[in-house]
């Protein structure tokens, strides 16, 4: 079954630094997407991504954030400023048009000190 | 906006019991609807899709159902066992295909199956 991979699957920085979450969607999968989950609280949506740009965006992805796809394969969200509150469980997702179903990852903790 | 709500937010069965996880959502424009579970500090692992034309999905011992009307899906769990013990979400996606519409998440059930 094809998998989405996320890395790392852990991260501790301290805050103020910069950090990038890396992600491998499902090779045929054209919509790409991160979300985060706070300890006990909902998974809440960041960013979708389709065609090489942002297509929708939440209020917490402000400037701080960013999402870029490289090249052909990975896709990473960038966090310029880390934050205290910025700890949580980050998801990436992608899903493909045949029934629009997502695929997760599972997950990169990042945890700011 | 879409408000997702799962009930009841935690259950515990013992072994072998039969359940049902409820979710229900405000706005009945979807395009599809997915059931997650979550293992405590893991991803989410897609159970169940069910399209919005569709009536319900089965899968081994899970059965979910859609009533788009009503704006409400059950997940059935036949014969649990402890390796079922996880919080199940419940996420849909609205009516606008095409575009990399958002899942809204609902609030999980944590279930617990006892020996």
């Known amino acids: 079954e094809p998998e989405v991979t996320q890395t790392p699957s852990h991260q501790v920085t301290q805050m103020g630094q910069e950090v990038i979450l890396r992600c491998v969607p499902i090779?045929?999968?054209?919509?790409f997407y991160w979300y985060r989950q706070i300890l006990g609280q909902k998974v809440e949506f960041l960013v979708s991504?389709?065609?090489?740009?942002?297509?929708?965006k939440s209020e917490i992805f402000d400037d701080q954030f960013s999402v870029e796809r490289p090249d052909g394969s990975n896709f990473t969200l960038k966090i310029r400023s880390t934050k205290l509150e910025d700890s949580a469980m980050y998801f990436c997702?992608?899903?493909?048009?045949?029934?629009?179903?997502?695929?997760f990852g599972s997950g990169t903790r990042l945890t700011v000190v | 906006k879409q408000e997702v709500t799962q009930i009841p937010a935690a259950l515990s069965v013992p072994e072998g019991e039969n359940l049902v996880l409820n979710c229900s959502f405000t706005d009945s424009a979807i395009y599809n609807l997915q059931w997650f579970r979550q293992d405590p500090g893991k991803g989410l692992t897609s159970l169940l899709l069910?399209?919005?034309?569709?009536r319900e999905q089965t899968s081994g011992r899970l059965n979910a159902s859609l009533d788009k009307s009503s704006g409400r899906s059950t997940l059935y769990i036949a014969a649990s066992q402890p390796g079922d013990s996880a919080t199940y979400l419940c996420a849909v996606r609205p009516w606008d295909t095409g575009t990399a519409s958002k899942l809204t998440f609902g609030t999980g059930t944590r279930l617990q199956v006892t020996l």
């Open positions: 090779s045929n999968h054209l919509y």
């Open positions: 069910i399209q919005s034309s569709q």
């Open positions: 991504f389709y065609n090489n740009e942002i297509s929708e």
């Open positions: 997702a992608s899903a493909g048009q045949e029934n629009f179903g997502y695929t």
